[in-house]
């Protein structure tokens, strides 16, 4: 791993190195000698990494103050993410990798599953949504509206954008935070008219401490989004 004097005091690396494994005398010149000497960089390698790993795990940024965060989250209108999805609804689920573009008040939202198969390709603009699935395109007035229709039950994507990266709406009630100001949990009516509960159980250990998943249920839907990485553009 590149820079490790950089990464590792020699008391580190010495606690990383007590770890390997105490070798045996054997004959010069034997089999398992040189086996040993063929897998030894092998071995410290990998000790080394999965030191590196258990320090980096350490390392967390402090969240920024709770209104200073929320006024960095409002301006975060460019952004894009991938994430694992599961949506469980009445007589169906979905399940696969979410990519999420947003260009500040329309979005581009690909789902593809976990073999890389596209499921659908969602695009709104300022003329309205266009859905893309089984190589038919459908549009309508709104992405809710058009998701309604293709698939018969609702999520609450219009509102998608803030309920993303941890905000609310005008439509939104119940708030709850945790001791750092961060959103846990809110009641969320969509544009369907229909009452979901978003949660927040874990964040990114960065400054905007942004979601890392997020959960929505409704009286029949529930919605799993595990976020893998989020991109600012």
Same mark, same amino acid.
């Given at each position: 791993?590149? !820079? @490790?004097?950089?990464? !590792?005091?020699? *008391?580190?690396?010495?606690?990383?190195?007590?770890?390997?494994?105490?070798?045996?005398?054997?004959?010069?010149?034997?089999?398992?000698?040189?086996?040993?000497? /063929?897998?030894?960089?092998?071995?410290?390698?990998?000790?080394?990494?999965?030191?590196?790993?258990?320090?980096?795990?350490?390392?967390? %940024?402090?969240?920024?103050?709770?209104? %200073? *965060?929320?006024?960095?989250?409002?301006?975060? #209108?460019? !952004?894009? $993410?991938?994430?694992?999805?599961?949506?469980?609804?009445?007589?169906?689920?979905?399940?696969?990798?979410?990519?999420?573009?947003?260009?500040?008040?329309?979005?581009?939202?690909?789902?593809?599953? =976990?073999?890389?198969?596209?499921?659908?390709?969602?695009?709104?603009?300022? %003329?309205?949504?266009?859905?893309?699935?089984?190589?038919?395109?459908?549009?309508?007035?709104?992405?809710?509206?058009? $998701?309604?229709?293709? +698939?018969?039950?609702?999520?609450?994507?219009?509102?998608?954008?803030?309920?993303?990266?941890?905000? #609310?709406?005008?439509? +939104?009630?119940?708030? /709850?935070?945790?001791?750092?100001? /961060?959103? #846990?949990? !809110?009641?969320?009516?969509?544009?369907?008219?229909? *009452?979901?509960?978003?949660?927040?159980?874990? =964040?990114?250990?960065?400054?905007?401490? $942004?979601?890392?998943? @997020?959960? $929505? %249920?409704?009286?029949?839907? *529930?919605?799993?989004?595990? @976020? /893998?990485?989020?991109?600012?553009?």
């Amino acid at each position: 791993m590149p !820079f @490790i004097s950089k990464m !590792f005091s020699k *008391r580190m690396l010495s606690k990383c190195l007590s770890g390997l494994p105490k070798w045996q005398s054997v004959k010069k010149g034997s089999d398992v000698t040189q086996s040993t000497k /063929r897998w030894l960089p092998v071995l410290v390698a990998l000790f080394l990494s999965g030191c590196a790993s258990w320090q980096q795990a350490q390392v967390a %940024e402090i969240p920024l103050p709770a209104k %200073e *965060r929320q006024q960095q989250l409002a301006t975060l #209108t460019q !952004f894009e $993410l991938t994430a694992s999805l599961g949506v469980k609804a009445p007589g169906d689920s979905v399940s696969g990798s979410l990519n999420w573009v947003q260009q500040d008040e329309f979005y581009t939202a690909d789902l593809n599953n =976990f073999i890389g198969i596209n499921i659908f390709k969602l695009q709104t603009t300022a %003329e309205g949504a266009l859905v893309q699935v089984s190589g038919e395109s459908h549009q309508a007035a709104s992405a809710a509206a058009l $998701l309604d229709y293709l +698939s018969g039950w609702s999520l609450p994507i219009e509102e998608m954008p803030l309920w993303l990266k941890g905000m #609310t709406g005008a439509s +939104s009630s119940d708030l /709850r935070f945790d001791p750092m100001g /961060r959103l #846990t949990s !809110f009641s969320l009516l969509d544009s369907q008219n229909r *009452r979901w509960q978003v949660s927040y159980p874990k =964040f990114f250990p960065d400054r905007l401490s $942004l979601p890392q998943l @997020i959960i $929505l %249920e409704s009286s029949d839907t *529930r919605l799993k989004l595990a @976020i /893998r990485q989020w991109k600012m553009l």
